[in-house]
């Protein structure tokens, strides 16, 4: 099974919609991202979870919603986007940051979100 | 503030050359890690390397090397004999000692023709 997938790959909704992204990493992590990626800018950090708490909100809009049930499990919640949402959704994991060290985040394969 | 630079928006090679992607990161922290991920055209980003601040050893992995020079604030990424398979987004990012977050660069395009 691969290491973190994601639901769905594609996805598009109205701006009146409501929808949920669905992430699960099947590598034992404890840490959870979700990312954001957008044409000609960069991967922009939207909400992480370590320990199924969240510990960085970058300044994200309400409208998007972010939920962790369990280390494995993670979800975005979507409602009245706009169409300058539109792009790919990336989810991450890593191993739980300790003291002195910094592991590296393996992503999953995207949701491609177009809103109309 | 932190920032990552790959000045190199595309780059076109013919399959068999050796390609060299350039990244230059600002940070005021005396800790951190530098990373390089490559996307290819599915979107996933796959993990390529990690290296600490403290670590200024080349890596070698194959096909792929690593040349970090803190003084220079560095850390380039060179693929040898290069192959069509390699055609990919690849983007150099940066985190903090608290690892609170990974600064990713904007990317650099290689196309491998044959």
């Known amino acids: 099974e691969t290491g973190v997938t994601q639901t769905p790959r594609h996805l598009v909704m109205g701006m009146t919609n409501k929808k949920s992204l669905k992430c699960e990493q099947h590598?034992?992590?404890?840490?959870m991202y979700w990312y954001k990626q957008s044409a000609k800018k960069p991967l922009e950090l939207m909400f992480v979870?370590?320990?199924?708490?969240?510990?960085e909100n970058n300044s994200v809009p309400s409208r998007f919603s972010p939920e962790c049930p369990n280390s494995s499990h993670l979800f975005l919640h979507l409602h009245t986007l706009q169409p300058e949402d539109s792009a790919l959704y990336l989810c991450?994991?890593?191993?739980?940051?300790?003291?002195?060290?910094?592991?590296?985040?393996?992503f999953g394969p995207g949701t491609r979100l177009t809103v109309t | 503030a932190q920032k990552v630079t790959q000045a190199q928006t595309e780059i076109s090679v013919v399959e068999k050359e050796d390609v060299t992607l350039d990244c230059v990161y600002e940070?005021?922290?005396?800790?951190?890690?530098l990373f390089w991920y490559k996307q290819p055209p599915s979107g996933e980003l796959v993990f390529l390397i990690r290296?600490?601040?403290?670590?200024?050893q080349n890596e070698i992995s194959g096909r792929y090397s690593w040349n970090f020079q803190k003084s220079t604030s560095s850390f380039n990424f060179t693929i040898t004999a290069s192959q069509v398979v390699d055609s990919a987004v690849y983007f150099c990012?940066?985190?903090?000692?608290?690892?609170?977050?990974?600064?990713f660069g904007k990317g650099t395009t290689l196309s491998v023709s044959s």
């Open positions: 991450a994991s890593s191993q739980n940051r300790d003291s002195g060290r910094i592991y590296e985040q393996y």
């Open positions: 590598l034992g992590h404890n840490a």
């Open positions: 979870y370590n320990f199924k708490e969240q510990t």
């Open positions: 940070t005021r922290d005396t800790t951190y890690y």
């Open positions: 290296r600490n601040s403290f670590d200024e």
């Open positions: 990012a940066l985190s903090d000692q608290a690892g609170t977050a990974l600064i």
